[in-house]
């Protein structure tokens, strides 16, 4: 009797640690899963018309971002902004408008970035053009220019 309950309590003991083991294996937090990813963007007009003007000028808006959130780059006439984008993103994009006053506006293609797993942080330009479309409306077309991971 007295050598079973030694063998007991090294089974009990055995079993708590690999218990503990997968446990602790099952709840570690999943490599590829990153934490949140930081976009720094910059959209710049590459040609605007607002109401007949030409000159270059910032885009009249960026979809989905407030203009409280963008800062000016006065030497290019291009807006930047930073925005937090949720664990597991793996692609974003960025749309503009760079043409105002016509019978339509529109917002026509985004250009679109990959995010490569456990990027923390992505920085990319996007250039804008817009151009009348048959049968009259304008419509802004952007591309990404450049862009970097960290």
Not at 117 to 128: H, K, N
Request: glycine share 8%; with cysteine; net charge negative.
């Amino acid at each position: 009797m007295f050598a079973v309950n030694p063998a007991r309590r090294v089974l009990a003991l055995g079993a708590a640690l690999v218990t503990t083991g997968v446990l602790s294996v099952a709840l570690a937090p999943n490599p590829a899963a990153a934490d949140a990813v930081t976009l720094n963007a910059t959209v710049d007009c590459l040609n605007y018309n607002s109401f007949g003007d030409t000159r270059d000028w910032y885009p009249i808006s960026v979809v989905g971002v407030p203009y409280a959130s963008l800062v000016a780059v006065p030497a290019t006439h291009a807006w930047q902004f930073t925005k937090t984008l949720a664990s597991g993103t793996t692609s974003v994009s960025v749309s503009a408008m760079c043409s105002e006053g016509h019978m339509y506006d529109f917002a026509g293609s985004a250009g679109s970035v990959s995010i490569p797993a456990g990027t923390t942080t992505v920085t990319a330009t996007w250039g804008c053009t817009t151009a009348p479309v048959y049968p009259g409306p304008w419509m802004t077309n952007c591309s990404v220019q450049s862009v970097s991971y960290s």
